[in-house]
């Protein structure tokens, strides 16, 4: 089992430039969710993806966007790059209901705005 | 709104003590609370997962407490090794799976 993985690993883009990362979700699990990590905080909620809708939306501006697959597999999109959005994206992975919901962390794309 | 704390922010000790990090949250309704672990400039490795119904989790040398009426948390550590040293972050869920994360305790275990 590959786990959560993410594409690219690390990107560099310019200031109101656009961006897409990618994400696979763990094998069986059918909820994947995008986290911000700015340097030295602790993950930021973004979004929520479920049977390819958006079900849940942190405080993000309408410049973040996602969509989900049928396969389950995942991208977060991120218009008019500002240089706070420099951070950590993390994307998570859960299993349909099995008591648990625990959530599986991909290793994260490192996204630098210059 | 979900606040999450985590004390201390920063925590070194010798090789060999046992350890304890603390996570406070402020709204006691709560799915669930895991503990994750973060190498630098890694992605979060799941340690433990304590759902609201339970009071402890144990995996290994680590064992994990929730008391959901006073909104803490406790992740224990016994015998710490060099190993150990990460970032610990704990997060609650409160329903649909959308993790509020602390800031982390970044631990440091000296040979």
């Known amino acids: 089992d590959a786990g959560v993985t993410q594409s690219p690993t690390h990107l560099i883009k310019t200031r109101g430039q656009q961006v897409t990362l990618r994400c696979s979700p763990k094998s069986g699990h059918d909820t994947v969710s995008w986290y911000q990590q700015a340097l030295g905080q602790g993950p930021q909620f973004i979004f929520q993806y479920y049977e390819e809708e958006e079900r849940q939306r942190g405080n993000f501006p309408d410049r973040f966007s996602g969509h989900q697959f049928p396969n389950y597999s995942s991208e977060l999109n991120v218009n008019a790059l500002l240089l706070g959005d420099s951070a950590l994206y993390l994307c998570?992975?859960?299993?349909?209901?099995?008591?648990?919901?625990?959530?599986?962390f991909g290793p994260g794309t490192r996204l630098t705005v210059t | 709104k979900q606040e999450v704390t985590q004390i201390p922010a920063a925590l070194s000790v010798p090789e060999g003590e046992n350890l304890v990090l603390n996570c406070s949250f402020t709204d006691s309704a709560i799915y669930n609370l895991q503990w994750f672990r973060q190498d630098p400039g890694k992605g979060l490795t799941s340690l433990l997962l304590i759902q609201s119904s339970q009071r402890e989790q144990t995996s290994g040398r680590l064992n994990a407490s929730l008391d959901k009426s006073s909104g803490r948390s406790t992740l224990y550590i016994a015998a710490s090794q060099p190993g150990d040293s990460a970032t610990y972050l704990c997060?609650?869920?409160?329903?649909?799976?959308?993790?509020?994360f602390g800031q982390g305790t970044r631990l440091t275990i000296n040979p």
């Open positions: 997060a609650v869920d409160q329903g649909a799976q959308k993790l509020v």
């Open positions: 998570a992975s859960s299993p349909p209901w099995t008591g648990g919901y625990e959530q599986y």
